[in-house]
């Protein structure tokens, strides 16, 4: 049985509904600008890329909602692929930085998604994982309307997302604000 993808629905009011207000943190968690690429895990319309844009030779975005993507096109320089986070289409360490905000609760598989994120990225690039800290009141509420209208969301606590991405080559870190987490990992040599 297919799974419902509400995000083709609403793709063409995504952006003016959903604005970012973590632009600048996240500049700095993924220490831009750098001279390579950033992949856009789950990034949809482009919303958050679209603000990261002249910081990187080129965004390539990943999403598998062909009606999300399709609202990307309409951004400059963005390079939309569709395509689930869980088995990317790209070459191993293809990427400089990668970037996953707020998606990571709407994804089948979590680990399988780490996994993914964590093969695409470079030795000396960073990760940076944003989703909403599931352990405050406004958030669960918003966790059981996302449940009551039949979206597969599984949120994650902030120490379970970091537990994803425990490699011997990973410096995992945990930055919060008051509704939001990032999880922000290093990929270095081996240690």
């Not at 949809?44 to 965004?59: D, F, P, V, W």
Request: charged share 20%.
């Amino acid at each position: 049985m297919p799974i419902l993808n509400h995000f083709n629905w609403i793709a063409p009011y995504y952006d003016r509904w959903f604005h970012s207000t973590s632009a600048d943190l996240l500049r700095s968690l993924l220490s831009l600008p750098v001279p390579g690429l950033i992949l856009d895990a789950g990034g949809g319309t482009g919303r958050m890329a679209e603000l990261l844009q002249g910081l990187a030779e080129s965004i390539v975005i990943a999403d598998e909602s062909a009606g999300m993507l399709k609202q990307a096109r309409f951004k400059e320089s963005l390079a939309p692929v569709c395509t689930r986070v869980e088995k990317l289409p790209f070459a191993d360490g293809l990427f400089d930085r990668v970037v996953m905000v707020d998606a990571l609760h709407h994804v089948l598989d979590s680990q399988q998604t780490a996994n993914e994120l964590w093969r695409v990225i470079k030795i000396g690039g960073i990760i940076v994982v944003e989703e909403p800290d599931i352990r405050k009141f406004a958030i669960k509420m918003v966790a059981l309307a996302e449940k009551m209208l039949l979206m597969r969301s599984h949120f994650l606590p902030a120490p379970v997302i970091a537990r994803l991405f425990a490699h011997p080559q990973a410096t995992v870190r945990v930055e919060q604000d008051q509704h939001t987490v990032w999880i922000v990992i290093e990929k270095s040599e081996f240690k």
